[in-house]
Nanobody, 116 residues
Framework: QVQLVESGGGLVQAGGSLRVSCKAS????????MGWYRQASGKQREWVGF???????NYADSVKGRFIISRDNAKNTVYLQMNSLKPEDTAVYYC??????????WGQGTQVTVSS
């Protein structure tokens, strides 16, 4: 079993930057892909991007060129660097991991609010 704890959310002005982190603990050796989703108030949860165990990244079109996902395997941590933030990026951001067996696990979420 893996526990995921996000941190680093907060309030930022439009055009600013913010980095959120997600630290995994427990059976971290079984983690393959680490990624992020977000859910704005009143909307469905949407995929933001992911990074594979080999370091390959992929992003949703809405954040491509502005967000960067990285991971530190030694620290069992995945990061989401968000640049050029827009008010429409306001959401609860959730860490998500996929295990080699295909199972998923979710963090509790961290609020990111972008003011105009």
């Amino acid at each position: 079993q893996v526990q995921l704890v996000e941190s680093g959310g907060g309030l930022v002005q439009a055009g600013g930057s913010l980095r959120v982190s997600c630290k995994a603990s427990g059976s971290t050796g079984k983690i393959n892909v680490m990624g992020w989703y977000r859910q704005a108030s009143g909307k469905q949860r949407e995929w933001v991007g992911f990074i594979s165990s080999a370091g390959t990244t992929n992003y949703a079109d809405s954040v491509k060129g502005r967000f960067i996902i990285s991971r530190d395997n030694a620290k069992n941590t995945v990061y989401l660097q968000m640049n050029s933030l827009k008010p429409e990026d306001t959401a609860v951001y959730y860490c998500n991991v996929i295990f080699y067996g295909g199972e998923r696990s979710w963090g509790q979420g961290t609020q990111v609010t972008v003011s105009s």
